[in-house]
Each structure stands twice: as structure tokens, then as C-alpha cells.
């Protein structure tokens, strides 16, 4: 598996993930900028697959209808916990977030322990219920993109509609922590960490 990350908009890191012995690729919370992730996957002769969200929250979905129209073909997969976010603008917070509404439906629905095959590798959803109802990490092998439930030395703010710290602190501690402490989190907004790192650094798992 390889992976670009992109830094788009206010900060919101996306993820194309790849192999390199074949074409398909999938995008990980494209929150921003269509375009520019377009070119990428093309600069690199990729054909998009799958749309894949971590969650609702409109910084992570953003740019997902007009990948939809570039790559008509693609699929958007989100928790079925988060799908009547996308498909309701208020809940989404897109107006406050992007300056509009944005709502559409998911191709499909996901769940935990669900496996998405993509190209040579696969893909295990983890539920991680707690910043949003719907949230979840996209595991491959050591490398989890955890979307806003987890970063450096931090969690997900819990204080929007469907948020629970509780809930989050127990799915991290149940899901994330007593993973290989060498296993990547790669979150949606700043830099990337280990399960190591943040078990021996991160204020809210000590």
C-alpha cells in the first residue's frame, strides 16, 4: 500500500491511497479542493474506486460531489451511524463550515470489522464511536487513518451533535491503544503518530 497525504483547506489532511500494481485507488476524506485531488489521481494514471469518510463533519466531505462527477464511477462509504449526516446540511455543519449546504447519500454503508478490497490489499473498517456516532479508523495492516477521533496528543472534540467523550475515550482505549505500539495513525487534521507515542504521551489515554 502506498499513500499520499494532502494537506487541503483549513488544515484537513486527505489521503490517496494506492499500490502500485494497479490502477485503483480510493480517497480518504476528501474535504477540499476537488480539483486538486483530481489531478493528483490522474497525474498518477489512478482510476478513484472508492470515496471513503471517516465521518460526517463537512471539513471531511467537502469535495465529494464533484469527485463524484469527475469519477462517476466511484463509491462513497461512510458508517451507517453517519449517513443521516451527510444527507442532512445542518447536521453536517457545512454552511458554518464550508459557507454552504452540502448533503447527499452514501453509495453504501460500512461497519465494524467490515473489509473493503482494494486493489491488492484490504481494508478493515474499526468503529470508533465517540466524535461523531459514525466514526471509524480504515486499517491497513499497521497503518490507520483515523480521521478526528484520535491525533498527537489529543482526541476529537466531542461537543457537536452526535459527540460523546465516554464513548470516544472507550473506543480508543478498547480499539486503538491495545494495538501494536508500532501501528501509524495518520488523523485528519495535523500529523501523524504511533500507538506507542500516544499511550506513553497523550493526556487523555494516561
Known amino acids: 500500500m502506498e499513500y499520499i497525504k494532502l494537506v487541503l483547506g483549513s488544515q484537513m489532511n486527505s489521503y490517496l491511497i494506492f ?14 479542493e476537488a480539483s486538486r485531488i483530481k489531478d493528483e489521481i490522474e497525474s498518477r494514471n489512478l482510476d478513484l474506486k472508492y470515496i471513503l ?14 469527485l463524484k462527477n469527475y469519477f462517476p464511477n466511484s463509491e462513497v462509504l461512510i458508517h451507517f451511524a453517519d449517513k443521516e449526516m451527510v444527507e442532512n446540511a445542518e447536521l453536517n455543519l457545512s454552511t458554518i463550515i464550508q459557507g454552504r449546504e452540502i448533503s447527499f447519500s452514501p453509495d453504501k454503508t460500512i461497519e465494524d470489522s467490515d473489509i473493503i478490497n482494494l486493489s491488492d490489499f484490504k481494508i478493515e473498517v474499526i468503529h470508533l464511536p465517540g466524535h461523531s456516532k459514525g466514526g471509524v479508523g480504515f486499517k491497513i495492516d499497521k497503518d490507520i487513518f ?3 477521533s484520535i491525533f498527537e496528543g489529543s482526541i476529537g472534540r466531542t461537543d457537536f451533535y452526535g459527540g460523546d467523550i465516554s464513548t470516544l475515550l472507550s473506543s480508543l482505549m478498547n480499539k486503538i491503544v491495545v494495538l501494536d505500539e508500532d501501528t501509524k495513525l495518520h ?5 501523524s503518530t504511533t500507538v506507542g507515542i500516544e499511550k506513553c504521551t497523550n493526556p487523555f489515554l494516561l
Open 19 to 32: 499500490s502500485k500494481t494497479s490502477s485503483e485507488c480510493a480517497i480518504i476524506d476528501p474535504g477540499f
Open 187 to 191: 488523523p485528519g487534521h495535523g500529523s
Open 146 to 148: 483515523v480521521g478526528d
Open 53 to 66: 469518510l471517516t465521518h460526517g463533519h463537512a471539513d471531511h466531505i467537502g469535495a465529494v460531489l464533484d
